[in-house]
């Protein structure tokens, strides 16, 4: 079975784009640089960003739905990305390296399943997920700081 991992839409955040440290402070976004390889992965384009790269670390209600399932969690966004992540059976670098937990909604937004996977190891448990009618769409989460990756669909 096919599947579809999206990032985010840029959109959304380019209004933040290049806003002073004051006004994005009114908001309750800080900036970051990256210092590493590693370790600021981006949910626009779902890669880490490189170092010297600016990065935004925001609120981000990715689970809108008004069920007990609703929740948001701090997020980075790179400032200048402007195109979403979107692929077919293809798993971006910054998740297949990263433990990983997959969470399974159907299409009233309550979670049916959920598990903990490598990375590297996420496309069985994807496809896994995925083999149950009732699954609409996955959220993939990185395990250690349980912040939102990305979103997973059938393709």
Excluded: W
């Excluded at 784009?17 to 976004?29: K, M, V």
């Excluded at 992965?41 to 990715?62: F, M």
């Excluded at 980075?76 to 998740?95: K, Q, S």
């Amino acid at each position: 079975m096919s599947f579809r991992i999206t990032g985010l839409l840029p959109a959304l955040f380019m209004p933040l784009y290049g806003l002073s440290e004051e006004n994005l402070a009114e908001r309750g976004i800080k900036r970051y640089i990256a210092d590493s390889n590693q370790g600021y992965p981006d949910r626009i384009e779902l890669r880490d960003a490189e170092p010297g790269e600016s990065l935004l670390l925001l609120n981000y209600t990715h689970q809108p739905a008004d069920t007990p399932y609703r929740a948001s969690h701090a997020i980075f966004v790179r400032e200048g990305a402007n195109t979403a992540y979107d692929d077919i059976d293809l798993i971006p670098t910054a998740l297949r390296i990263r433990p990983l937990s997959l969470r399974a909604f159907d299409a009233n937004h309550m979670m049916l399943r959920a598990d903990l996977t490598d990375g590297g190891e996420m496309e069985t448990l994807i496809k896994t997920f995925l083999a149950n009618p009732a699954v609409a769409y996955i959220h993939a989460h990185y395990a250690k700081r349980g912040c939102y990756a990305a979103r997973i669909d059938r393709a």
